[in-house]
């Protein structure tokens, strides 16, 4: 059954893992509206399973009343905008952690992040540069 939902998204195929997280979620009968909802939305399939996981901690909190697939659907839409800021988020601190790295490694082997090495411009006149 998973099979079916693998081309839903046009070319680009949705790996089982998401399958699995609808399923594991409860909410596998909304897979595809939420697959023609995220891909006219523009969202990847990273960010439709944080947010269907964001889905269902709202739904053990505040269970749907009347409707529950237009509640899905609002909610998933929500949830789909705050997934991608949390990836943007942690893709950026991983980046700011790489650079910091790149920094302590460097001030362990020169010392110093700035290095005064002289060197020469195009009039032959020295200066001090940043490394």
């Given at each position: 059954m998973i099979n079916q939902f693998t081309q839903?998204?046009?070319e680009q195929a949705v790996r089982r893992d998401l399958a699995k997280y609808f399923?594991?979620?409860?909410?596998y009968d909304l897979l595809p509206m939420a697959l023609k909802l995220a891909n006219s939305l523009g969202y990847d399939t990273?960010?439709?399973i944080e947010a269907i996981?964001?889905?269902n901690d709202k739904f053990n909190q505040f269970l749907p009343t009347k409707n529950r697939t237009a509640w899905f659907k609002r909610v998933f839409e929500e949830k789909l905008g705050?997934?991608?800021g949390d990836i943007l988020t942690h893709r950026a601190k991983e980046n700011i952690c790489r650079i910091?790295?790149?920094r302590a490694g460097y001030l362990r082997v020169t010392g110093s992040l700035f290095s005064l090495k002289p060197s020469a411009?195009?009039?032959?006149?020295t200066q001090s540069s940043l490394i």
């Open positions: 839903l998204v046009g399923i594991d979620t409860g909410f990273s960010e439709m996981c964001k889905v705050e997934a991608r910091d790295n790149v411009n195009e009039d032959g006149l």
